[in-house]
């Protein structure tokens, strides 16, 4: 490629910047320590109740006809042997034992449910006051008006952005200045979806909030199924950002993680 038609711009401003690696500590941090709070109770239930029998989904410990322990996975009547990784793995001392999603996974590494949620209530909060903060700056800079919303001309070429992803064709020159339809459509659907819902059903999780504000329970249906959908929330997060790795790791790495370090991005024509 030629270096001659490389035009740089600035693409992240430093707030953008700044909250964005917040998010990514508050993520990696919030997914490990809830994994450590989820462990303590390795089944998901809907409703309010959590009556033995009626999981949704349980991560299982059983021992086989030698004795053998092992993992069982049970998605509603559908069980799967995950011997290693989730119901029964081994720990760092190579001892293998019961345990839902395995130490490697989970924050602290060893069972410890009061400090997990030590860990998860901080970077909980982090994560809400910065978001929000993201939200305020978004608006009153117009980040959220010209770079986020998809507007309708955005809209118009939608299937030809689907196309470019599947082949993994790449926006050049003018185009790669700003976000393509689809990223747009999924920073909404993150910002206003996923980001309010977690929040939302962790927050139906608290005993005190229930007493104050005892719709939300209504809302989610009970603590059990806000439990679920905060489970599958946070899921649906890990998968956004599988995705949006990847295709940072596809369409150039160096020039992606620069602009997100210093701001600058390179456009080629």
Known sequence: ?????????????????????VNVLCLIILVMSGLQIFNAHPSLYWGERSDPGKALLSLKAMRDESGQLIGMTRVL????????????????????????FPDWATLPGSQWLAMGRRWHLFFAWLFVVNGLLFVLYAIISRHLANDLIPWWKDLRGIGR?????????????EAARRYNVLQKITY????????PLIVLTGLSMSPMLNASFPELLTLFDGRQSARTIHFITAFAFIAFVLI?????LISGVWNNLRSMITGWYTVRS
Do not use: E
């Open 77 to 100: 009547d559908y069980a799967y042997d995950t011997t290693g990784v989730l119901g029964v793995s081994t720990n760092g001392a190579g001892q293998t034992r019961a345990r839902g």
């Open 1 to 21: 490629m030629n270096n001659k038609t490389a035009i740089w711009i600035y693409r992240h401003s430093l707030p953008v910047r700044l909250m964005h690696w």
């Open 161 to 173: 952005s689907v196309l470019d992803h599947l082949l993994f064709r790449h926006p050049k020159g």
């Open 244 to 248: 949006h790795v990847f295709m940072v």
């Open 188 to 195: 909404i659907l993150v910002i206003f979806g996923l980001g």
